[in-house]
C-alpha cells in the first residue's frame, strides 16, 4: 500500500475507478515537528479509504498535517476536505485559489463548446456524471496561497515552488534541489500525455504548457515524481518526447484544415486519438469532450502563430488555414 521513494518520502497509490488513469500518486513527506502530503485522490470511499490505509502503515498524525495540492481537479485535490483538520495549512495556488472562488459551474465551459461545435446537451449530461462534479471536496478549507519560488520545508526537505501551466492555469510543481526531485503533478506523465485543453479566446495553454516544459527542463533533477503511473527517471528525455508529440498535433491539425475550414469539433473527430474504438462516433462523451479541447488548445496555439484564422457561421466558429 505504502512505498519509501526516499527517507521520509512515502507514495501511497490511491485507486481511481472506472478511470483510464488507474491511480493517483500520493506523495507523503513524514517530519520530526509536520507533515505533507501532496495530492490525495477523489472524494469517494476507495480513495479515503486507501489513504487511511497508507496513512496508518506510515503513522502519520492528520492533526500535525498540512497539505500541498498540485491542481485543482478533482483527483488531486477532491479528498483534501475529509482529510484536512483545523490545524492543518492546504497550500494551492494562486489562479487556482482565483478559479475555485470564483466558480460558477460549467455554463460557461458547454456555452464555449456549442460555438466550437460539440453538441451542447450531450456535454451538459456528460459533465453532470463526471467525476469532477461527482467527486469533488464537500467543503473548501481555507486555502494558502504559495507563489512560483516559495518555499516549503518539512523535515528534511526543502521544496521550491515552481509554477508550471498548461495542464491546468495554476498548475505548480516542488522541486527540492538538494536531493533532485521534482514533484511533477501532472505536468510530466511517463505512459500517457497530460490533457491540454482550451476552453476560451483568451488562453494558449499549449503555449504555456510547452514554455513551462522548458522552464523545468534544466533543472537537476535525478528521479521525477508525476501524478500517476511510473516514476520517471530522465525527466529531459520524458520532455523532449512530449514536445515531438504536440509538434506532431500541430503539423496534423494544419494538413486537416488544408481541405478546408473545420469547426474544433470536426477538427477532434479527425485527429489520431491512442483509444480503443473503431471510430469517433463510439468515444464517450467525455472523450469527445477531452479530445475537442485538446483539438481547442491546439487552433489556438495555431492561430497567434498566424498560421490560420478563424470566422464565425451561424454562431459557430471555423478554423482556416493560413497558406
Known amino acids: 500500500m505504502c512505498e519509501e521513494i526516499f527517507p521520509n518520502l512515502f507514495r501511497v497509490k490511491i485507486p481511481l475507478p472506472e478511470s483510464p488513469l488507474k491511480y493517483l500518486n500520493s506523495y507523503v513527506i513524514q517530519g520530526e515537528k509536520r507533515n505533507l502530503i501532496i495530492d490525495t485522490g477523489l472524494n469517494r470511499t476507495e480513495c479515503f479509504d486507501a489513504m487511511q490505509a497508507g496513512l496508518r502503515e506510515i503513522g502519520i498524525d492528520l492533526t500535525k498535517t498540512d497539505f500541498f495540492i498540485t491542481h485543482l481537479h478533482a483527483d488531486h485535490f477532491g479528498l483534501v476536505g475529509r482529510l484536512a483538520t483545523p490545524t492543518s495549512s492546504v497550500f494551492f495556488s494562486r489562479p487556482e485559489k482565483e478559479l475555485i472562488e470564483s466558480w460558477e459551474g460549467f455554463d460557461e465551459m458547454i456555452n464555449y463548446a456549442g460555438q466550437n461545435g460539440f453538441p451542447k446537451d450531450e456535454l451538459r ?8 462534479a461527482k467527486y469533488g471536496s464537500d467543503w473548501i478549507p481555507e486555502l494558502k496561497v504559495l507563489d512560483d519560488g516559495n518555499m516549503i520545508d518539512v523535515g528534511d526537505y526543502h521544496f521550491r515552488c515552481v509554477a508550471t501551466p498548461g495542464h491546468t492555469m495554476g498548475h505548480t510543481c516542488l522541486y527540492e534541489p538538494g ?7 501532472d505536468h510530466i506523465l511517463i505512459d500517457i500525455t497530460p490533457n491540454i485543453q482550451c476552453w476560451a479566446d483568451d488562453q494558449n495553454p499549449l503555449k504555456y504548457y510547452l514554455a513551462s516544459l522548458d522552464k523545468v527542463y534544466h533543472l537537476q ?3 521525477t515524481l508525476p501524478g500517476h503511473r511510473r516514476l520517471i527517471k530522465d ?3 520524458r520532455i523532449d518526447e512530449l514536445k515531438q508529440h504536440h509538434a506532431d498535433r500541430l503539423a496534423e491539425v494544419r494538413v486537416l484544415l488544408e481541405k478546408g475550414p473545420l469547426n474544433a469539433f470536426q477538427v ?10 473503431e471510430s469517433w462516433d463510439q468515444f464517450p462523451v467525455a472523450q469527445r469532450w477531452f479530445a475537442t479541447g485538446e483539438a481547442i488548445s491546439h487552433l489556438r496555439y ?3 502563430e498566424g498560421r490560420l484564422t478563424r470566422s464565425n457561421h451561424s ?4 478554423y482556416t488555414s493560413v497558406k
Open 302 to 304: 495555431l492561430e497567434e
Open 221 to 223: 533533477v535525478a528521479l
Open 125 to 132: 449530461a456528460a459533465l453532470d456524471k463526471h467525476p469532477g
Open 315 to 318: 454562431g459557430i466558429t471555423l
Open 235 to 237: 525527466h529531459r528525455a
Open 179 to 185: 536531493k533532485k526531485i521534482l514533484v511533477a503533478g
Open 268 to 277: 477532434a473527430s479527425r485527429m489520431t486519438w491512442d483509444i480503443a474504438y
